[in-house]
Every structure is written in C-alpha cells, then in structure tokens.
C-alpha cells in the first residue's frame, strides 16, 4: 500500500473510533450527570466562588494532598498535568493521518509550547512508569484470598496492600492507557526530528518538518532518539507517523468508550469528578472535612434546635437510609473515588482485623447507587430476582449484580413476591453491614489521607443518625450510656455531687463558679473538667495534676463543679442527633449563664465538641487544650521542670489524640512541652502525627467491644512498645483510659510475637500533664 491508500485507511479506522468513543463518553457524562443531580440538596458547597477557585487551583497545583509520597506526589503531579498539556497532541494527531507534516499552526513550531509538551510527555513516561511500579510492588490480590490467609495464620499483614479490593483491571487499563499516550508522543516528536533530518517530503512534495527546526531548541529531549531512527526510509517514516498518530486516536478513543460504559471506573472518571469534588467541599478553605461533624440535614434544611425538629413534616428522613436520601455531595463522592486505597492503608479498624474499609464501604455505595441508575434507566420491573437469588436484568438475561467483599448486595431495590422490584432497598443490611458501620472510630484517618477530598465519616455519620433516630438500631452497649447522658448528663451513670470528687486529696482550694466566684468574669480561665476527667480514676489523676500545674503557675482559674455537664460528643458520634443538641443546649446555657468567655480543656473530644461545633449553635468561646496552656506557661517562665538525677531519664513515646492531632492539628504543644523536661527522652512511633492510629475511643467506641480482630488499643501498644519507650504520654483521658485497659505490652519491643514480652521493661500510661507536674515537683522539692 501506498502512504496514501495508508492514510485513507486510517482516516476511516480514526473516525470509526471517535464516533463510537465520544457517543459512548457523552453517554457516561450524562448518566454521572443524572446520578449526581438526582441527590438532596446540599447547601453552602459552591460559593463563594472566587475563594473556592482559588483553593482549587492551590490544591491541584500543589498536590498537597499526597502525604508522606513524595516520589508518588511528583509521579501524579506529571501524569495529571500530562492529561490537558498533552491533549492538543491528539489534535495534531488526527491532522498528522491526513498529512504527516502537519502541526497546529504557531503552536506546534513555538519553542516554549515544544519544551513543555516534551517535559509533561517524558514526565508523564517517567511518572505513570513508577506508578505501574509501585502498584506492581504494593500488589492487588482479592480480600477473600488475603482473609483467608489472615485466618489461617493470624496474621494481618496479609491485608497490607493498599489496593486490595480495588478492581484490578479498572487501573491497569487506565494506566496502560496513559503509558501508551505519552509514549506515541514522544515517538511522533522522534519521528518528526528523523523526518526533518534527512529533509522526508511526502508524494505531494511537502516536506514533513522544515529543516530549519531541527534543533534542540525544538526538540530538547527527542533529538536523540529522532536521530536514533534516523536511518528508517522516507516511507517508512511517513507510514509511521500516520499508524502511530492512528494507533493514539485508537487507544485515546477506547478509553472514552470504556469509561463511559463503566460509569464507576472512578480511577478514569476522577480526571473530572475530582476538581469538581475538590472544589465541593465542605470548607471553602482548603481544610478536610474534620472537626466539627456535620449538621443533621433533611432536604437541606440544618436541623439544629427543637423548633427545627417540631417544624418537620410527619414522613422527614433523619441521616441516610437508602440511596435517595444521598445528598448530590454524598453522590459526587461516591463516583470521585478511585480506589487507591490510602484510606483503607491508615484505618484502624481494617488494620485490626475488622470487616471495616473505609474503601470498600465507599465503593460498596458507589456500586449501589449504579444499580439505582440501572434499574432506574431500564424502567419498572427490568431487575428480577433469580433462582440463585442474584438479581436478574430481565433485558440482559446473562448478567447478575451479585454482592461484594462487605456482603452488600447491590440491589438498588427490594422485589415483591414476583421478585419485581418495587421500593428502595435500606443500605444497611443490604449494602453496608451493622458491623461495618460501628466499626469506625471516627479517628479522620480516611479523609485525611484521601487525594479527592471524599468525607467518609460524614457518610457513616448520617447512616448512624437514620438507625438511631428512625429505626433505634444500634450497639446494646450503648443503651446505658444513651440513658445515663439523657437522665443524668453524663455517659458514666454517676451522679453530678461526685463531679468535685478529683479535688478532694488536693492541699488548695479550686474556686467553682456560683460558690467562691459569682461568674468566670473574674477568672482568666474556666476549667472545663469533662466527664471522663470527672469520673474515670485514672483521668481524675491528671485532671488533679492540671488543676495544681495552674494553681503552682498562678492561673486564676475556676471550675463549674457541678453545674457541667456532657458536651454530647459521645452521642453525637453515635448517631443520636437529638440527645446531642439536648445535651449542647444545656451546656452551652450553662457556660453563658456564668459568662464564661476562655476555657482550657483536657479532654481532646470536649474541646473540639465546645471549639468547633457549638458556635453554630449559639456558644462561641475561646477554646485552649490543657497542653498548649501548660507549654505557654512553661515559655513565659511561669512553670519550671527540673531534670532528674543523673541516670534516671526516661524514655517515652508520644500517642497523638486524634480529636487533638488529625481533627485540629495540634502536633506541638504537647512535644515541646515533653521536650522542655530534660528528664524524658522522646522516642516517635513509626505512625505519629497525622499518621497516627487512634487509642480506639473515637465514635462512641470508649463505651462499646470490639468483638473482631485485635484491640485497636493493643496494636497502639504494641507499636509503643517497639519503640523501647517505658512510659507512653498521652493528651486526652479517653486515650488513657483506652491504653490504660490494654494488656502491657503483647509482644516485646523487637516487634515479634513470639518473643518473651517479660524481657521488656512494663509500659506506663500517662497523661502529659502528669509528667510534667512530677517534672515541676522535682524542682520545687530541691528549693
């Protein structure tokens, strides 16, 4: 075949493909379209426009999401750009079928345009390369295969890859496309280099690059390798810029068809959904959705005071209950996801042995809210139930939606006795376990390691408000504690009289407001005790070691004694909205009736509960945790650690809070104030920061059993005690309580379980404030 009759063929094969590609692509825009419009409103997620743009541009240029990855940081970083730099490659390609000399005028010749489309190609090569590198090390396998293993052997490393679950050939096939693109770019730039070497016209007399541009100022980083082919004749060149420029069309075209048939190819479709996600998100910021947990929405109405609940009709849905209480947010999400798995690397719950994966839970909805699509676009009755109990397309016979790796059923509907769908089927049940969804610590880790912004425990939040508040489903374990914070205002059963009990040994007085002060206007600080600082005998000590630090500094201070009361963090993040706002109200009344303006809290909960959510509900006060109060005092000179006798340091590790650390970001306060007594010598776990794994607490968990896997306790004391620290420091009473309960250590501090844990000095738990108080005695006891 002549060049000619080459490109003819190719022309055709090129149009042929582009039709069907785009048709199949415009398909899939419109399903996702529909998908996501069909969701509840969701307020406040658009505006203001130019501070979101902004974030948007920040966000997406500097890749900050990608935490800890600095080599998949910049890998990414190329391929994502590589995406629209290199687009108008494909525009010159389908010019470069009908004539190989072609180029989009000025702009294929520009220098400047030249060198940043062969960097974002060879970038691109070099990054996706490493990336099909990575994936390749990390491994894939099925979750069915690694739990079997874990069971037979025990051991949960087998879970360890962080893209187990995920559907393998999804990312493959994306990756492989975008090897195929940037590597037929930089073979077409090659063969242009080759062409203009050795002066190639084509049958028309047209020289396929003017010689004049051969040069490394047109071809910075392809000259080598166009002089490389250099040798091919002028045929040979011809044909293959016109089959190569085709075989881009091709694989550029399969991937537009491909991913609009396949709707929850979210590793495809996050090229677009994600800046869209990104720019949704809850704060206009920048900030991860953490910290304060959402209002309780009903059709997009915050539903924040008695009046607000009184004013809803008699069939409102409170939280999530199928599918089409989803917000379009919720919905966006859902489809952004693409399975990378970083969520499910850092979970607590997963990494523990528990049937919990923040990204299975989240693909699990995505696939249930396409099969609504589904049944929803084939019409009334086109899904049956089948002999084997899959469900059936009545249209295509052939194919079945069967369940995943959590047991969900990706039913998008519950079917009468004819097995013809009828009404819409609850998620929990038939999607989402109950034990997957009371797994969750609500520790943040999720979103905060999430790259496209998805807000995991929102979603596992309103599905717990629906079982609590519509269908009173929940743990029995909580039952007591629901009791206890609603008859007597705190989650312990304990009467408010005993709430002044951790004072008692104190040789001082603590002023309590409304008994030895009128109100907090004449105090600098009120104390904010908290009901595990109240109650639990180990919190009490380091409530005592606050209240005297303040007392040796000079603080005037006070407390409420009696008069507090829960903040309501406990039932809030179990899901019962109403009790919560019962419990905020009283409390928030109570700190205004005694003009209450600066608070210092131990408790990392309570703090965020009084810093982050009562402002929108009528009680903003200035919010300090005991840590960051303790270092100022200890900067301004106020509070003097002394070192201890030569030889008795001690080694000790820090466990990061996770209401203190990943919900507010405070890291410092709590290390500068350890390291300002040269008496300890701090010693990091591997996981620290914003990669810490959570004491176990969080979500309601302080009250409930873990029945599945290891103790997410234990493997927080197991990971401290590989360290070698003797004494464990800690920033919040429920991280105490929690690691306290904890057998000390399980294995010994070379991390194998078989070693004799009894060669290993006991771990101690200790609040930081507690060490610091025996850091200012010492002192204190020389004078």
Known sequence: MTPSDVRVVAL???????????????????????????????????????????????????????????????????????????????VTGYGQILSPGYGIPFLDTFAPWEWLTELFAWGGFLGIGWLIVFRLRAGHGSVEEAEGKTRRDGDFRHRASRFLGSTRWH?????????????????????????????????????????????????????????????????????SITLLSLFKVIVSMSWMAVVGVQTTMGVAWHRFLAVINVYARQNADGSKSLGPAPPLLVDGKAIRTDEDLEALDDDAVLGIGTAADLTWKARLDLSTCTECGRCQELCPAWNTGKPLSPKLFVMALRDHANALDTTSALGDGAIETGDDGTLVDSNWPDTAHSGDVLGALLASKNTDENGVATTLAPIIGEVVSEEVLWNCTMCGACVDQCPVDI??????????????????????????????????????????????DWAKNLNFDVPVIGEDVEDASELDWVFWVGCAGAYDDRAKKTTAAIAELLHIAGVNYGVLGNAESCTGDPARRAGNEILFQMLAEQAIETLNDAKVKRIVVSCAHCFNTIANEYPELGGTFEVIHHTQLLNRLVREGRLIPAPPPEGEREKITYHDPCYLGRHNQIYSAPRELLGSDAGLELREMPRN???????????????????????????????????????????????TQMLSATPLPSQATDGNPESNAEESEPLVIKDVATLMLEAVKRGRNRE
Not at 14 to 39: P, Q
Not at 700 to 706: G, K, L, P, S, V
């Open 455 to 500: 807000e995991h425990i929102d979603h596992v939040l309103n599905l717990r408000r629906h079982q609590v508040l519509m269908e009173s489903a929940f743990p029995r374990e909580l039952a007591r504690p629901f009791r206890s914070m609603e008859t007597k205002g705190n989650p312990y059963n304990q009467p408010a009289r005993k709430r002044l």
């Open 689 to 735: 920061r914003d990669g810490a794994i959570c004491c176990g607490a969080g979500g309601a968990h302080a009250w409930m059993e873990e029945k599945t896997g290891v103790r997410i306790s234990q493997a927080r004391i197991d990971e401290a005690a590989a360290t070698g620290a003797t004494v464990i420091a800690t920033g919040c009473p429920f991280c």
């Open 171 to 239: 990312a493959w096939f994306v990756e492989f496309v975008i090897l195929a693109v940037v590597l037929c770019v930089i073979g077409l730039r090659a063969l242009a280099y080759a062409a203009g070497l050795n002066g190639t016209e084509d049958e028309l007399g047209r020289a396929v690059l003017d010689p004049s541009l051969v040069s490394w100022v047109h071809f910075p980083l392809t000259a080598w390798l166009g002089y490389a082919v250099s040798g091919l004749s002028d045929t040979a060149i011809i044909n």
């Open 12 to 90: 055709v094969v090129a149009l042929t493909v582009t039709v069907a590609g785009l048709a199949a692509f415009l398909r899939g825009l419109s399903v996702l379209i529909n998908r996501v419009r069909d969701g509840k409103p969701s307020p406040g997620r658009l505006r203001p426009i130019g501070k979101r743009t902004l974030m948007l541009l920040g966000t997406l240029l500097s890749h900050r999401e990608f935490k800890g990855r600095p080599l998949i940081r910049i890998a990414h970083w190329f391929v994502m750009l590589s995406f629209p730099i290199l687009f108008l490659t494909l």
